[in-house]
Antibody, heavy 123, light 110 residues
Framework: QVQLQESGPGLVKPSQTLSLTCTVS???????????WSWIRQHPGKGLEWIGY???????YYSPSLKSLVTISVDTSKNQFSLNLNSVTAADTAVYYC??????????????WGHGTLVTVSS | NFMLTQPHSVSESPGKTVTISCTRS????????VQWYQQRPGSAPTSVIY?????PSGVPGRFSGSIDSSSNSASLTISGLKSEDEADYYC?????????FGGGTRLTVL
């Protein structure tokens, strides 16, 4: 059973960089079995917003609306992947989920989610 | 890019059947598989349907998915409603390699 756990600061100041790490257990990130390691966020009381994902090889795919501000990286030695979101504003206050996205004959779908971590942007 | 539009809320009584729609704004709904997620308050989403109509292990048969090309929409149907089904439901598809989520539907079991 794959498990994902987000970690990082719960409070970030405006204009700074939001940095989160997701630790994966119960499975290796370094598999070429069609898994993408993803970040998804949810603004308070709102819907889900896909931020982007990374393949074990380091290939990244980002939401067009966030592409200029986001970097997702992977550390296969630690079985972790990370999110950096630059120049944050209060509008980036959200619950951030890490997740595994599977890609197979049924397309792209999230099969495992972290519990989520609330990040508040405030001075 | 396309959008997925869901009704903001639906409600139904226990034991009844409810259907939640997810309409694709452009391109054919059948072009890319649709998935559905359930999110209970304070919890992460979980998958209830993938590949338009497939149920993950552990999801009751009361949950079913379908697509309708005539309305260019996907649907999640929950039969024999239970109070535990009260949650937010999100559809999701993809455009190339990017994920697209619907805005979510709040299901209230009266």
């Amino acid at each position: 059973q794959v498990q994902l756990q987000e970690s990082g600061p719960g409070l970030v100041k405006p204009s700074q960089t939001l940095s989160l790490t997701c630790t994966v257990s119960g499975g290796s990130i370094s598999t070429n079995a069609g898994y993408y390691w993803s970040w998804i966020r949810q603004h308070p009381g709102k819907g889900l917003e896909w931020i982007g994902y990374i393949y074990y090889s380091g290939d990244t795919y980002y939401s067009p609306s966030l592409k200029s501000l986001v970097t997702i990286s992977v550390d296969t030695s630690k079985n972790q992947f990370s999110l950096n979101l630059n120049s944050v504003t209060a509008a980036d206050t959200a619950v951030y989920y890490c997740a595994r996205v599977s890609y197979d004959s049924f397309g792209y779908y999230v099969d495992y989610w972290g519990h989520g971590t609330l990040v508040t942007v405030s001075s | 890019n396309f959008m997925l539009t869901q009704p903001h809320s639906v409600s139904e009584s226990p034991g009844k059947t409810v259907t939640i729609s997810c309409t694709r704004s452009s391109g054919r709904i059948a072009s890319n598989y649709v998935q559905w997620y359930q999110q209970r308050p304070g919890s992460a989403p979980t998958s209830v349907i993938y590949g338009d109509k497939e149920r993950p292990s552990g999801v009751p048969g009361r949950f079913s998915g379908s697509i309708d090309s005539s309305s260019n929409s996907a649907s999640l149907t929950i039969s024999g409603l239970k109070s535990e089904d009260e949650a937010d439901y999100y559809c999701q598809s993809y455009d190339g390699s990017t994920l697209v989520f619907g805005g979510g539907t709040r299901l209230t079991v009266l």
